[in-house]
């Protein structure tokens, strides 16, 4: 799911209205301070935490990989203490060779690795399609067979409707790419430049409408602080990225890795690099966690006191339900007490595998953050995999919580238009716009938006109960983070996410109609803990 940052991000281009500049640093101020739809993380150490001790934790990342020798995560990476680097002998008798920062789940042994996947959709289709294409339910004459045979037309169905939008979809970031390029190439010709500003950019005087059009695309990214190179590599990422590989039957990587991809009980398989390539993804999210705090560069992240386990399982494309279980698994045995799982799809068949790790994770202690997803989806109705209701049953795991995105706007714009809600699933909504993070390679740092950068908000808050409140089992860390949610948006009617104008009350999005807050959270796991002792 990770390019589904990339395309969150761009929204804002597509609409292409005016922005003001965020707040630098913005999901970690204070909503009355500062006027933004912070998290109150400064406030809280400055007020609530100042000379308190805390414990350090393991939060596992499975995501695409993090970049471990980032100057602002290097000092705040897991090294697992039983193993010795780069000697090729599983030290610590767990089953993985050089797992020092953690594991990658997509990789041979070899060290070859996996960068890009299909869609799930497209791997249950290609499956079904094997044996349904050309057929009628009249073919087939058991039920077990009728049923499967309606559901390969559902899928079909889907399948050609994605087909069609990734087309129209990809015609459109085109459209814009030349548009914006062309203005960008005819400023630096006419001026003789190479870098283009925000006045640049006003004074361009654009006389063809393709112009007009990518004039005001890039004043308004621009106006709201993107670098015109930073809009160009993004847009020019977007691009790549939709290359069809993930709706096309014939592209199948899955080969590097060289497990027995059918045995969904298989464990030791990947490699050790746990960056790996396209480390974007994760690298920003791990930043958001706990990049190093008050070290003077960069940026600051939630917790302060954390170490990071990067779990490679999250290709350019659709996780695979194998690689997010054993991912799970292996997170926990080794220490992880909180996981951050900001991807999903729309199909799981290997949802039991999926559903038996995360009931291993509740059985561990282990509480699980999963990103709601960015297809401005009611997903009460349209399920987002994976989900914390167990497959066959209306039970659902307690140590699992779905995250909402949240601008930092206070206006009629709280929720990010892209991300998806759902009154009875989504438990909360945090920061996931504009979010300025670690990004790979160069010491770098960018701005992305999705619910995968608000579901680390939520682990970064986690992590800070848990490493100051040790004692807290995943279910009261649920309950905390919950029902100390900011409330003050509840009854306010908002833009529901995917219209232009469509009005709903915010409590609508949510379980709890709130947004996550660190400094009323920490006040209530006092109270708790005192109640406790």
């Known amino acids: 799911m990770k390019k589904v940052t990339i395309l ?25 301070k500062d006027n933004v739809n912070g998290v109150s993380t400064e406030k809280t150490y400055e007020e609530l935490l100042k000379g308190k001790k805390s414990t350090t934790i393991i939060v596992g990342v499975l995501d695409s990989g993090v ?15 039983g193993e010795i680097a780069g000697n090729g002998i599983d030290d610590d008798k767990n089953g993985y060779i050089d797992d020092i920062h953690g594991w990658n789940f997509m990789g041979s042994k070899d060290g070859k690795n996996v960068e890009k996947d299909n869609l799930e959709l497209t791997r249950v289709y290609k499956t079904l399609k094997a044996k349904y294409d050309g057929k009628t339910e009249k073919d087939f004459s058991s039920k077990a067979d009728k049923k499967e045979f309606k559901f390969y037309q ?62 005001m695309i890039a004043v308004s990214q621009a106006s709201a602080g993107m670098e015109v190179d930073d809009l160009m590599e993004q847009l020019d990422e977007a691009l790549k990225s939709m290359d069809g590989s993930r709706l096309d039957l014939n592209f199948d990587t899955r080969g590097i890795v ?33 990049a190093t705090r008050k070290n003077g560069i960069g940026m600051d992240g939630v917790a302060d006191n954390v170490r990071i386990m990067s779990v490679r399982c999250v290709p350019d494309g659709d996780e695979r339900d194998k690689d997010v279980a054993n991912a799970i698994r292996y997170a926990v045995d ?19 595998a999926v559903d038996d790790a995360v009931k ?25 995999f994976p989900c914390k209701k167990f497959d066959g049953s209306k039970k659902e795991a307690s140590n699992f919580m779905d995250v909402g995105a949240l601008s930092w706007k206070a206006e009629d714009e709280i929720a990010a238009p892209f991300s998806n ?71 306010k009617k908002v833009i529901k996410p995917g219209t232009k104008d469509e009005m709903i009350e915010f409590k609508e999005l949510s379980k709890t109609g709130g947004i996550v807050n660190l400094y009323e959270a920490v006040k209530m796991a006092q109270g708790m803990v005192k109640v406790k002792g």
């Open 258 to 290: 060289g497990d027995n991809y059918n045995d969904i009980n298989e464990k030791y398989y990947g490699n050790g690099d746990c960056k790996g390539p396209g480390a974007f993804h994760g690298t920003h999210v791990a930043g958001i966690i706990a």
């Open 421 to 491: 809600y759902g009154r009875k699933t989504v438990d909360i909504f945090a920061p996931g716009v504009d979010i300025h993070s670690t990004v790979p390679d160069l010491n770098q740092y960018k701005d992305a938006s999705g619910t995968s950068m608000a579901a680390p908000v939520v682990a970064g808050v986690a992590a800070v109960l848990k490493s100051y409140y040790p004692e807290l089992t995943p279910k009261q860390l649920k309950k905390i983070l919950m029902k100390s949610a900011r409330v003050n948006y509840k009854d």
């Open 360 to 384: 291993y994770a509740e059985s561990k202690g282990v509480l699980l953050i999963h990103a709601a997803g960015n297809a401005a989806d009611d997903i009460d109705e349209i399920v987002h």
């Open 8 to 32: 969150a991000s761009l929204f804002f281009v597509l609409t292409a209205t005016a922005q003001t500049k965020r707040p630098d640093n913005w999901f970690n101020l204070d909503p009355t």
């Open 154 to 215: 559902t899928v079909k169905a889907d399948y050609d409707k994605e087909l069609a939008n990734a087309e129209a979809q990809s015609n459109q970031y085109k459209f814009i790419r030349d548009a914006v390029g062309g203005v960008v190439d005819k400023i630096k010709k006419e001026k003789g430049i190479e870098k283009i500003t925000l006045d640049d950019l006003k004074k361009f005087e654009a006389k063809e409408q393709k112009d007009k059009q990518g004039k």
């Open 67 to 81: 970049d471990y020798n980032h100057e602002d995560l290097k000092d705040i990476m897991w090294t697992n203490p």
């Open 334 to 352: 080794n220490g992880a007490v909180i996981l951050n799982m900001s991807f999903g799809k729309k199909y799981s068949p290997g949802k039991k």
